[in-house]
Every structure is written in C-alpha cells, then in structure tokens.
C-alpha cells in the first residue's frame, strides 16, 4: 500500500465535500486525511485528500474524481514537485518543572506555545507529517490532555497553476 495526496480544485457549491467524499464510501476506500476551503476565487474550494491504496485502487480514485461533475483539476502532489504541510495543536498537563523542558522541545522543532495556563501549555506546530509524528513521539511520557491534527495540505511548487483536467 502507498498513499498519494490529491488536490483537487471544484466548484464552490453546496454538497461538494460531500460529492467528493461519498465517493470514497461508496466504493469502500478510506480516506487517510482531508482538508478543504474556498480558494482565492470564492466560486472554487480546493481540497487536499490523502488516500493510501495498491496502484489500482489509487488509480481507480483518481478516475472516478475526474468524472465528478463538480471537479475542475485533480493534481497528485508529489515530493520533490510539491509541498505538504499539517498543523498540530497539543495542549499538555505540566507542572512547575515540566514546563520549561517542554517549551526546549518546542523550540528544536521550531514550534510556538500559544497558550499558557498555571497548569498547561498549548503549542503549534506545522511541518510535514514526518516532523509532526517526531514531535509527538518526543512528548510520550507527558500528560497529553489534547491534540488535534488539520490533516494535509499542499500546492505544487514553482509558478505552474494546474491545468483542466476535463
């Protein structure tokens, strides 16, 4: 199994995410991770889908998106032609000497506390999901009370704007 990452731009109407995700339950393929917002232009949304599969099923998906009426292009982001990002926000129980080894983690990885309370810390991050899974994976062992993940998002690099796929 390998996963892909697919933007896709589509009209801004209503029940397109829902379009676009009903396909994927219909035919039985689970979606690793998905995000979607209107884009500079409010009559399109862009949406960032990660789906894992074999070569068949990866290729089936992005066939039957094309035929959605809704879809305008379908882009697979690959690295190194693209980047991918996730954000993640943690809030974490911490005591008076927990707090200070927690904000050195935060820092090697270039993360913000953007909350503080007496008796946690709220920190963000954004990277790539490889960063996002090193940070968790350094916060074991800490009373983790929150975290949420946006899922991925990306653009292709360089000045190239992706073409009608129809």
Same mark, same amino acid.
């Given at each position: 199994?390998?996963? @892909?990452?697919?933007?896709?731009?589509?009209?801004?109407?209503?029940?397109? #995410?829902?379009?676009?995700?009903?396909?994927?339950?219909?035919?039985?393929?689970?979606? %690793?991770?998905? +995000?979607?917002?209107?884009?500079? %232009? &409010?009559?399109?949304?862009?949406?960032?889908?990660?789906?894992? *599969?074999?070569?068949?099923? #990866?290729?089936?998906? $992005?066939?039957?998106? =094309?035929?959605? &009426? %809704?879809?305008?292009?379908?882009?697979?982001?690959?690295?190194?032609?693209? !980047?991918?990002?996730?954000?993640?926000?943690?809030?974490?129980? +911490?005591? $008076?000497?927990? $707090?200070?080894?927690? =904000? +050195?983690?935060?820092?090697?990885?270039?993360?913000? !506390?953007? %909350?503080?309370?007496?008796?946690?810390?709220? @920190?963000?991050? +954004? *990277?790539?999901?490889? $960063?996002?899974?090193?940070?968790?994976?350094?916060? &074991? *062992?800490?009373?983790?009370?929150?975290? !949420?993940?946006?899922?991925?998002?990306?653009?292709?690099?360089?000045?190239?704007?992706?073409?009608?796929?129809?």
């Amino acid at each position: 199994m390998k996963q @892909i990452v697919l933007s896709i731009v589509a009209e801004n109407n209503p029940g397109v #995410l829902s379009r676009i995700s009903g396909l994927f339950s219909r035919r039985g393929y689970n979606i %690793d991770s998905i +995000t979607a917002c209107k884009t500079q %232009d &409010e009559k399109y949304s862009r949406m960032t889908i990660a789906v894992s *599969g074999d070569d068949t099923i #990866l290729a089936q998906i $992005k066939n039957q998106l =094309i035929k959605l &009426e %809704d879809v305008i292009t379908l882009v697979e982001l690959e690295n190194p032609t693209s !980047v991918c990002r996730e954000l993640i926000l943690v809030k974490i129980r +911490t005591g $008076k000497s927990e $707090k200070q080894e927690i =904000i +050195t983690i935060a820092d090697i990885f270039r993360a913000k !506390v953007v %909350d503080v309370s007496k008796d946690s810390l709220m @920190i963000e991050l +954004t *990277g790539n999901v490889n $960063k996002i899974e090193a940070f968790i994976n350094l916060l &074991e *062992g800490f009373d983790i009370l929150e975290l !949420v993940r946006t899922g991925l998002t990306g653009l292709s690099r360089g000045e190239s704007v992706p073409r009608l796929v129809k």
